[in-house]
């Protein structure tokens, strides 16, 4: 295992608290600094998992303040926030269906779904559905000739 300095140990803390993946830590420290790490010497600086439970408190506190200023920035992302994506996927869809792509569109209608919430489920409630105007369950269809009916006349 390498000795590292102070700046890749914090470049490594600072990139898991952002939480990239040990491997994408160590693909970023050799690109960054030209040092060649493991994902597992990359994960001893990981205070959430069971590598990383020795770390010194030093690099816990700028884990922790990394991690919490990450989650609070994370709302200044747009598509991070509900609105900015259904916009999105609305946009997709209105040129999904203008291309005629009736597929793509269907799939883009049912992720805005589920993006908003509970919408995608088909169900109905009673208090939606009154007793009163239940679908009908069968219909009976009579032709009648119009010869026939001007017949009877």
Same mark, same amino acid.
């Given at each position: ?22 491997? %994408? ?34 690099? @816990? ?5 990394? @991690? ?11 598509? #991070? ?21 009736? #597929?793509?569109? =269907? %799939?883009?209608?049912?992720? =805005? ?32 000739? =119009?010869?026939?009916?001007? #017949?009877? #006349?």
């Amino acid at each position: 295992m390498a000795t590292l300095s102070n700046d890749v140990k914090a470049f490594i803390v600072q990139a898991l608290a952002c939480f990239d993946t040990p491997s %994408q830590v160590a693909a970023a420290v050799k690109e960054e600094f030209g040092i060649e790490v493991s994902r597992q010497q990359c994960e001893s600086h990981d205070p959430t998992k069971y590598a990383g439970r020795d770390l010194a408190k030093r690099w @816990r506190v700028l884990f922790e303040d990394t @991690r919490k200023r990450f989650r609070e920035e994370t709302a200044d992302i747009p598509i #991070a926030n509900r609105a900015h994506r259904l916009r999105t996927l609305g946009r997709m869809a209105e040129k999904a269906e203008g291309m005629r792509n009736l #597929a793509l569109t =269907a %799939q883009l209608l049912e992720q =805005a779904a589920k993006e908003v919430g509970d919408v995608y489920v088909n169900r109905q409630t009673k208090a939606e559905m009154p007793h009163d105007d239940l679908p009908p369950t069968r219909v009976q269809v009579e032709v009648v000739d =119009a010869r026939v009916r001007d #017949a009877d #006349a």
